[in-house]
């Protein structure tokens, strides 16, 4: 573990989020982890859709929204209201970065389009996040994260052999999106420190899918070979799946290459199969899939799991069971890395949250706050950054232009 930082990578950088659901803010959640201060801009009197993504849920909040949302601010403001736009412009105007994930030329119904925006803030760095991309035939489609894994493919080749498509455990589509997000942001602000200015960045669901295929994509680009559903099985690569152990749990192992396969089969009890013709090479062993697979799980139901992690869990190769989420949360490689945090929220209490997952040795990337109340910073941020008096903000909340 590293010590205690001493900075925050994005301290002072403001960040105006027009974004909800998962992708955008997934990526705001990152930059504000880094210290850079989030503006959520919400509706006022619902919020941001996940709010009411229930159940479960901490009194009136779902576990959803609590999982994307540490380290922001949140302000209430109606953008269908005038009034609303001109303040939510007067906040883009003052920040360095701006996130949205409407439906294509939604912001510029509003005002709030870069092409307004960036005459009058040049700095101004536009993020926007869409299902497919802000031009072309599906340019105006709505976008959902398991939209994208069934057009884009992905469905086709997860799942069970002989079953029907599935989608990934979570919305890997989503997070990845706000991954590509956020080093995009991070890009272009590291180029307008030389330049002094911003730019507009496109990312969308349908581009991360395509590019998220990867090796299986490439056998089909190159080879032409569709892909298919494997389960937890590889296609290129024998032994790398999940195995049945004697009481019905479940144990993976991955051999990448001829030595680690050597070893493997050693400390399981075959190891014959080792210099067997058939198995000896990767190339051969995807030849003789069934008959090498069958042999490996019939040793594999002989024990149970508790047998195979202690046979294999030392043995330096890549291997581990397949857990429950509490077995995952106490595993003690998780407790050691400090990934679960109790935080105290507003209204709730003590809150449990994950951290963020990746450590500097001389920064903080850490749980400063945890996720706002609907409105709860809107008064702060009017007042500090706009000098809104009480009066023009009380004004605003009888109109139902603001809430706090």
């Known amino acids: 573990m590293f010590s ?31 210290g850079a201060e989030v503006w959520k801009i919400e509706r006022p009197g619902t919020g941001d859709d996940v709010r009411n993504w229930v159940p479960p849920r901490i009194n009136d909040q779902s576990c959803y929204y609590l999982c994307l949302n540490r380290n922001k601010k949140s302000l209430a403001i109606d953008l269908q209201h005038p009034d609303g736009q001109r303040i939510a412009k007067a906040l883009a105007l003052k920040s360095d970065v701006l996130m949205e994930n409407f439906k294509t030329g939604g912001l510029e119904k509003l ?18 996040i869409t299902g497919w991309g802000a031009t072309g035939p599906y340019a105006k489609h709505g976008g959902f994260d398991v939209i994208a894994e069934a057009v884009g493919g992905f469905m086709a080749i997860t799942g069970p052999k002989d079953g029907e498509p599935c989608k990934a455990g979570v919305a890997v589509i989503d997070m990845m999106t706000g991954l590509y997000a956020h080093g995009a ?29 990867m090796n299986i994509g490439s056998n089909y680009l190159n080879a032409g070979l569709e892909g ?28 990448g290459n001829d030595a680690a396969f050597a070893k493997l089969v050693k400390h399981m009890g075959l190891e014959s199969l080792a210099s067997d013709e058939k198995f000896k090479s990767n190339a051969n062993r995807v030849k003789n899939r069934e008959e090498l697979l069958k042999i490996i799980q019939d040793r594999f139901l002989q024990e149970d799991l508790k047998f195979w992690q202690e046979c294999l869990d030392d043995s330096g190769l890549p291997s581990g069971p397949v857990n429950t989420l509490a077995e995952a949360y106490s595993h003690p490689q998780v407790k050691h890395l ?52 009480d009066a023009t903000l009380d004004r605003l909340k009888h109109d139902r232009v603001i809430d706090f």
């Open 4 to 34: 205690k930082a001493v900075s925050s990578p994005l301290a002072g950088i403001r960040i105006a989020d027009f974004t909800r659901i998962l992708a955008g803010p997934y990526a705001t959640m990152i930059l504000g982890d880094l």
């Open 111 to 128: 005002g709030l389009g870069y092409s307004e925006l960036s005459k009058e803030n040049e700095r101004l760095i536009y993020c926007s």
């Open 185 to 213: 942001i991070l890009a272009a602000l590291m180029q307008r420190s030389q330049t002094g200015k911003g730019q507009k960045i496109d990312c969308n669901l349908l581009s991360t899918q395509i590019t998220a295929l």
């Open 228 to 255: 298919r559903r494997w389960g937890t099985e590889h296609e290129s690569i024998i032994p790398y799946q999940a195995f049945a152990t004697k009481d019905g749990r479940h144990y993976v192992v991955g051999a």
């Open 338 to 389: 400090g990934l679960v945090q109790k935080v105290q929220h507003a209204s709730y209490g003590e809150v449990t949250l994950t951290a963020p997952p990746v450590e500097f040795s001389g920064a903080e990337n850490r749980i400063r706050s945890a996720p706002p109340l609907l409105g709860e910073h809107t008064k702060e941020i009017l007042q500090r950054e706009l000098d809104f008096s």
